[in-house]
């Protein structure tokens, strides 16, 4: 009896110690683990001992002490964050409804644990407020065609309150803006009016232009036709110039192969050629007188001789 409670209590003592030493295994790699961190090259660890930061550690492996230490992992990548459909009043008071993306990047880690307590709450409701802020001072065509300025304001304005938490806005994107169910009736009647106006002035453009090409070809027509004619002229100018003088180089040679043939000529071929001229001119059937040359001779010899008497 006395061997079995013996017994009974050594194997007792056995599981104890058993469940003893897994225990502290266990802490232990509790321990460890907790103590062991290892931070990518993306992320930083801030450390707080017993309550008081002691900086950021990273990257790769960081050691902590464990129960004093306390590491708070932030992410150094360019994030993203959405802010849904805003109702916002313009400065001409038109109420339209916008939404926007804004992207930020983590420069100082310590600072963005610091220096606020829940970044992700602080900033969507910053970045409402100063939407609003900023639709309020521009009128409502402004803001649907200055998109890249409200971009801008919107970027400077959330930059210069995130600044004192280490985090840079580094770009602001407007994405939809939607204007009351007036106001967008308005547009698209202006826009067609718009069209068709444009199309008017493309019109009136085009008459304008093929009425010019029309004038430009005629003026073109006419001078072509006036300097055809002109050429004409000229040409038949230069034809006609030619033409007499080549008659009368003609003429002239004719008067002169007369005049050598004349030398040729004696007195009595000259006497026969005047009685035939003389027979000729008898025959025709008409009435004349003729005197030939020798009667009007004798009748100036006659006139003379009675003068002197």
Not at 48 to 65: A, M, N, T
Not at 170 to 194: F, G, S
Not at 206 to 215: F, R, Y
Request: with cysteine; proline share 3%.
């Amino acid at each position: 009896m006395f061997y079995s409670i013996l017994a009974q209590d050594a194997a007792t003592a056995s599981s104890f110690l058993t469940c003893l030493v897994g225990g502290v295994v266990v802490i232990g790699v509790l321990v460890i683990a907790t103590a062991i961190k290892i931070v990518p090259e993306y992320q930083r660890l801030v450390v707080f001992r017993l309550g008081r930061c002691v900086g950021e550690k990273g990257p790769g492996l960081v050691l902590l002490i464990p129960f004093l230490d306390r590491g708070i992992k932030v992410d150094l990548r360019e994030q993203v964050r959405e802010i849904p459909h805003q109702t916002a009043i313009t400065k001409d008071n038109a109420s339209i409804s916008i939404d926007f993306i804004w992207y930020y990047k983590i420069l100082d880690p310590t600072e963005s644990v610091l220096q606020v307590g829940n970044f992700e709450i602080a900033a969507q409701g910053m970045a409402t407020t100063t939407l609003r802020a900023v639709i309020g001072g521009i009128v409502l065509d402004d803001v649907l065609t200055e998109r890249e300025h409200i971009n801008n304001l919107l970027r400077a304005r959330l930059d210069e309150v995130t600044e004192r938490w280490g985090v840079k806005v580094t770009n602001v994107e407007i994405r939809e803006i939607i204007p009351p169910h007036e106001i967008l009736e308005a547009m698209n009647r202006q826009m067609t009016a718009e069209r068709i106006r444009r199309a008017l002035v493309t019109e009136s453009t085009g008459k304008k232009e093929a009425a010019i090409n029309i004038a430009e070809g005629e003026k073109q027509a006419a001078i072509l036709r006036a300097e055809g004619e002109r050429q004409s002229f000229i040409l038949k100018a230069e034809g006609n110039r030619k033409s007499q003088v080549l008659n009368a180089e003609g003429y002239a040679k004719a008067l002169e192969h007369i005049f050598n043939v004349a030398k040729t000529i004696d007195q009595k071929t000259m006497t026969l050629q005047y009685f035939e001229t003389l027979k000729n001119m008898g025959t025709n059937a008409s009435t004349k007188f003729i005197f030939p040359m020798e009667f009007t001779s004798l009748l100036g010899d006659f006139v003379k001789g009675k003068k002197e008497e």
